[in-house]
């Protein structure tokens, strides 16, 4: 099966050096012009000797042409790999060489296995749900965008922030609070789940609300659906407070209105075919497990 691949990846632990290369190495006899993250390479070479015929991208328009994007690292380097593919429609294989990994999936022990399945066609599409955000008086860039979640969050004081929730233009509530989540489902096992909110199953078109330590315990996590915009106004006794998309950190005014609404694509997630979320939270909650050992 001819396929064109490109590699992402990120400083990796130590220990996973032979296991890196071996994963450069297969790639590079599956198709050997394939691309490298120039920034992936720098750190490769401290390590390996690269294959000449690999070649190199740095932005999105450089992957023109590819069928599947393969991630190097944990579901932070995953993410970053999104802001390369997501609106070409590309494929994304996460392959964990970090910690708990709901997105980066692929043990690396299993590479091998996992890269013979992508060859023989044993694999499904999963495709995510995307935010799409606008906000006052901050520059997003050419991705405005989270597939984890949206989160005001504020910054190095005690007091608290207070969020205005809107729905459709509707009052949903005010939040005091150390901060607000607007998470899609695949975020729901991220930054929300930490907060106490629920697990969702990542096909599921909602949206979950979750407030961070709030002041007011009867306020809990609140699903609503997807499909419509949510509007998030900030205010409280700092001078700013800090906008997240995912890992990417903005500054936010007080009373700058935050606009949430669904994307126009997808994120598409690569799975082998005996992949399925429920199996990749058992084994990453550890459910079903007798804790007596």
Known sequence: ??????????????????????VVERVAKIDPSALLFDGFRTVLDQYMDVPKSLGGFSKAEDLDGIDLLITLGGDGTFLEAVTFTAELG????????????????????????????????????????VLHIEAEGVDF???????????????????????????????VNK????????????????????????????????ALITPIAPHNLTNRPLIVP??????????????????????????????????????????????LEDQYFFNTLRSKMHWGMDPRG
């Open 1 to 22: 099966m001819s396929m064109n691949i490109a590699l992402f990846g990120k400083p990796f632990y130590q220990k996973h050096k032979e296991s890196v290369k071996n």
């Open 90 to 129: 590309i494929p994304i294989l996460g392959i964990n060489t970090g910690t708990l990994g709901f997105l980066s999936n692929i043990k690396i022990d299993s590479v091998n296995e996992a890269l013979d399945a992508v060859i023989a066609g044993k694999t499904w599409i999963d495709e995510r749900s």
């Open 141 to 171: 860039g050419d991705f405005p965008y989270a597939l984890n979640e949206a989160a005001i969050h504020k910054r190095k004081t005690a007091s608290m922030v207070v969020v205005d929730v809107n729905r459709e233009n509707r009052f």
């Open 175 to 206: 939040y005091w609070a150390d901060g607000l989540l607007v998470s899609t489902a695949t975020g729901s096992t991220a930054y929300s789940l930490s907060a106490g909110g629920p697990i969702i199953s990542p096909s599921s078109d909602v």
């Open 226 to 271: 997807l499909n419509g915009e949510i509007t998030l106004e900030a205010s409280g006794r700092d001078a700013s407070f800090l906008l997240s998309l995912d890992s990417r950190s903005y500054r936010l005014k007080p009373h700058a209105k935050v606009k949430i609404k669904p994307a126009p694509f997808k994120v598409k997630l690569l799975n």
